[in-house]
């Protein structure tokens, strides 16, 4: 990985080398893009597999209870995701 000086913040850098960033005995660091893009695709995985033993209905009523009611009302804080995230868990 060849770091690149005068990208502005949101470079789309995935990972980082360890060793420049102080953690010699980590290989490679994962940035906050990939674990956030990570954990979308584990949500999503957990939101179809209950669509698929609840029906899509279902899923679409979580979606509007938890997370998103309209554009401008949207879940804004973790724990909003956080009680997402138990309850599609509770119906597993």
């Not at 009680?83 to 509770?90: N, T």
């Amino acid at each position: 990985v060849v770091l690149r000086d005068g990208l502005p913040p949101g470079d789309g850098v995935l990972v980082y080398p360890g060793d420049v960033y102080g953690r010699p005995e980590i290989t490679m660091l994962t940035s906050v893009r990939l674990e956030r893009a990570l954990a979308g695709l584990a949500d999503a995985a957990w939101l179809e597999a209950h669509a698929a033993l609840h029906g899509r209905d279902s899923a679409r009523q979580m979606i509007h209870k938890f997370l998103y009611r309209a554009p401008n009302a949207y879940a804004k804080a973790c724990v909003a995701v956080d009680a997402f995230r138990d309850a599609c868990w509770s119906t597993l």
